[in-house]
């Protein structure tokens, strides 16, 4: 059985972290904060003090406490902290320990996880399938479009016994990303949407693209994709995972012959 949720000092020991503080409650924690507009479940959340491009997350500590929250993933100490009844864990990258903690977190469930990744379509083809399959599996999937590197890990943080399937979708816009976000969902069945234009500028050719993407799916049973294009083709083969691919023409696995569209469905 899987001890969820998890106590400080178990956090503290996953991430690498240095601990500050005594957590004497030994609070149990059941979510994960990255915006201190969001809290909720103060006591029982666990504050990650991202460093964006834009924002700094260290500077929204203190509005994090006067919420409630005593737990805190930084990167760097603070200025005066004087909350003794606080926690501090101090670790080198505070993304970094989000998606170390999520990794550990889905390494712990054995179940059905389909991975979904392509250029347009995924948070579509996401919720098709949950709609489909909701009726006979108890899913876990991404809210909205949180496919990022900070989508993903709040994602997967939720999974739970219960669950029988995950259904994520992962979105990078650049090289070097795919691998962590592999880590993280860990797929048994891959979907490619397709490989189109969005986030060309990223990336040096088609080809750096494509493999990129597919990284997703270095660990599936089977990869599902749309065959006729030879780069995809080709790049899928070198992969070496089994795939299933469809079509509407000749040669795939499920050739398409018609598309019947209806008022409300297709």
């Given at each position: 059985?899987?001890?969820?949720?998890?106590?400080?000092?178990?956090?503290?020991?996953?991430?690498?972290?240095?601990?500050?503080?005594?957590?004497?409650?030994?609070?149990?924690?059941?979510?994960?904060?990255?915006?201190?507009?969001?809290?909720?479940?103060?006591?029982?959340?666990?504050?990650?003090?991202?460093?964006?491009?834009?924002?700094?997350?260290?500077?929204?500590?203190?509005?994090?406490?006067?919420?409630?929250?005593?737990?805190?993933?930084?990167?760097?100490?603070?200025?005066?902290?004087?909350?003794?009844?606080?926690?501090?864990?101090?670790?080198?990258?505070?993304?970094?320990?989000?998606?170390?903690?999520?990794?550990?977190?889905?390494?712990?469930?054995?179940?059905?996880?389909?991975?979904?990744?392509?250029?347009?379509?995924?948070?579509?083809?996401?919720e098709w399938l949950f709609q489909l399959l909701q009726d006979d599996f108890y899913i876990l999937r991404n809210?909205?479009?949180?496919?990022?590197?900070?989508?993903?890990?709040?994602?997967?943080?939720?999974?739970?016994?219960?669950?029988?399937?995950?259904?994520?979708?992962?979105?990078?816009?650049?090289?070097?990303?795919?691998?962590?976000?592999?880590?993280?969902?860990?797929?048994?069945?891959?979907?490619?949407?397709?490989?189109?234009?969005?986030?060309?500028?990223?990336?040096?050719?088609?080809?750096?693209?494509?493999?990129?993407?597919?990284?997703?799916?270095?660990?599936?049973?089977?990869?599902?994709?749309?065959?006729?294009?030879?780069?995809?083709?080709?790049?899928?083969?070198?992969?070496?995972?089994?795939?299933?691919?469809?079509?509407?023409?000749?040669?795939?696995?499920?050739?398409?012959?018609?598309?019947?569209?209806?008022?409300?469905?297709?």
């Amino acid at each position: 059985m899987v001890n969820s949720p998890y106590l400080i000092p178990e956090i503290s020991k996953i991430i690498q972290a240095r601990l500050f503080g005594d957590p004497a409650d030994n609070a149990p924690i059941t979510y994960l904060l990255t915006d201190s507009r969001q809290v909720r479940f103060a006591g029982q959340s666990l504050f990650f003090a991202l460093v964006c491009p834009h924002h700094d997350g260290h500077q929204f500590l203190e509005e994090a406490y006067q919420k409630g929250v005593r737990y805190f993933v930084i990167s760097k100490m603070p200025g005066p902290w004087q909350h003794k009844d606080s926690s501090l864990l101090l670790v080198d990258d505070t993304l970094s320990a989000l998606q170390q903690l999520c990794r550990y977190h889905r390494e712990r469930f054995d179940l059905q996880v389909i991975g979904i990744t392509g250029s347009n379509g995924k948070t579509t083809v996401k919720e098709w399938l949950f709609q489909l399959l909701q009726d006979d599996f108890y899913i876990l999937r991404n809210p909205r479009s949180y496919n990022s590197q900070i989508g993903v890990p709040l994602s997967v943080w939720p999974l739970r016994e219960a669950h029988q399937m995950g259904i994520f979708e992962a979105g990078i816009s650049q090289p070097g990303e795919m691998k962590n976000l592999a880590e993280i969902i860990q797929p048994t069945i891959g979907l490619l949407t397709n490989i189109g234009s969005a986030h060309d500028a990223g990336f040096k050719d088609r080809a750096q693209k494509i493999a990129e993407k597919l990284l997703l799916f270095r660990g599936a049973g089977v990869v599902i994709y749309r065959s006729g294009e030879r780069d995809i083709d080709e790049a899928l083969m070198r992969l070496g995972r089994p795939f299933f691919s469809w079509s509407f023409e000749s040669g795939a696995d499920v050739q398409i012959l018609q598309v019947e569209r209806g008022n409300s469905s297709t």
